[in-house]
């Protein structure tokens, strides 16, 4: 397992994952006198206590159905449909070993430890037990997305920056930093869902809010275009670009192409 201080390569994550997903036992250590809530996973609802992390990732993946990833899915609509734009919703981030694919299903992994957590509570009699398990995970997590961000520090350093040192309220907004890169969405929209959506101080009004501007643009994008922006949470410059695409009021493809060059980036 790896260690504060210590350097570490894609193969001791990877180990550490098999570690401390062999943890499962920690349900176990839950007091099965209290009752132990359902989390909606897509259409259904899943009792963490009652599966393995790989099982609960698996139902995950089944689930919300992200693979192939909406942002690849809603770049490639916009090019069946004739759009010509050189912005991409998907990025490509370097991954350091690691497969996008693996990167989700870890992080479901250590989803499952979060909802464990939050769901449940342990036994008096094993809480030690319970509570190391769960620091593990939570590190391990942290630790994690700390090897992305290394990986992506140009455009991945503000998230980092903005989960500096943190706790077991942060939990959420790490998964879904660690996501939004396995999904290879736009930089951009993993700071809007990470950071400023799923958030530890958002209350529920501004997080009603907010759902509804993205439940809103969504369905414009459907009614008006055929655009199905899959489950996307589409930061404010991302919605901006994609509605200027889609009326044609974008700046004109040969100057984005020129400036890109110019740039030397593709965004």
Same mark, same amino acid.
């Given at each position: 397992?790896?260690?504060?201080?210590?350097?570490?390569?894609?193969?001791?994550?990877?180990?550490?994952?098999?570690?401390?997903?062999?943890?499962?036992?920690?349900?176990?250590?839950?007091?099965?006198?209290?009752?132990?809530?359902?989390?909606?996973?897509?259409?259904?609802?899943?009792?963490?206590?009652?599966?393995?992390?790989?099982?609960?990732?698996?139902?995950?993946?089944?689930?919300?159905?992200?693979?192939?990833?909406?942002?690849?899915?809603?770049?490639?609509?916009?090019?069946?449909?004739?759009?010509?734009?050189?912005?991409?919703?998907?990025?490509?981030?370097?991954?350091?070993?690691?497969?996008?694919?693996?990167? !989700?299903?870890?992080?479901? /992994?250590?989803?499952?430890?979060?909802?464990?957590?939050?769901?449940?509570?342990?036994?008096?009699?094993?809480?030690?037990?319970?509570?190391?398990?769960?620091?593990?995970?939570?590190?391990?997590?942290?630790?994690?997305?700390?090897?992305?961000? $290394?990986?992506?520090?140009?455009?991945?350093?503000?998230?980092?920056?903005?989960?500096?040192?943190?706790?077991?309220?942060?939990?959420?907004?790490?998964?879904?930093?660690?996501?939004?890169?396995?999904?290879?969405?736009?930089?951009?929209?993993?700071?809007?869902?990470?950071?400023?959506?799923?958030?530890?101080?958002?209350?529920?009004?501004?997080?009603? !809010?907010?759902?509804?501007?993205?439940?809103?643009?969504?369905?414009?994008?459907?009614?008006?275009?055929?655009?199905?922006?899959? /489950?996307?949470?589409?930061?404010?410059?991302?919605?901006?670009?994609?509605?200027?695409? !889609?009326?044609?009021?974008? $700046?004109?493809?040969?100057?984005?192409?020129?400036?890109?060059?110019?740039?030397?980036?593709?965004?």
């Amino acid at each position: 397992m790896i260690n504060q201080g210590d350097k570490f390569t894609f193969l001791d994550l990877q180990q550490s994952m098999r570690e401390i997903c062999a943890y499962d036992d920690i349900r176990k250590y839950i007091d099965n006198r209290q009752p132990n809530a359902i989390v909606l996973v897509g259409d259904r609802g899943v009792n963490p206590s009652k599966c393995s992390p790989d099982e609960y990732a698996a139902a995950c993946i089944l689930g919300y159905r992200d693979i192939p990833s909406s942002a690849i899915h809603l770049d490639q609509q916009l090019r069946d449909k004739g759009f010509k734009t050189a912005y991409k919703f998907s990025y490509k981030y370097r991954n350091g070993g690691l497969t996008s694919e693996q990167i !989700v299903h870890d992080a479901y /992994c250590l989803d499952w430890f979060q909802q464990l957590y939050r769901t449940s509570a342990p036994h008096k009699k094993y809480a030690d037990k319970y509570f190391g398990a769960v620091d593990n995970a939570f590190r391990l997590s942290y630790y994690y997305a700390q090897y992305l961000w $290394t990986q992506n520090w140009r455009v991945a350093g503000n998230i980092a920056g903005a989960l500096r040192m943190p706790n077991e309220s942060q939990w959420a907004q790490i998964i879904s930093a660690i996501l939004g890169i396995g999904f290879q969405f736009n930089p951009l929209d993993v700071y809007e869902y990470a950071i400023e959506h799923t958030s530890p101080t958002i209350t529920k009004k501004q997080f009603d !809010v907010r759902y509804s501007e993205q439940l809103a643009f969504k369905k414009e994008m459907m009614d008006k275009y055929g655009i199905d922006t899959g /489950c996307l949470v589409l930061s404010p410059q991302s919605r901006d670009k994609l509605h200027k695409i !889609v009326t044609r009021t974008d $700046t004109p493809y040969y100057l984005q192409v020129i400036s890109n060059i110019i740039l030397g980036h593709n965004r």
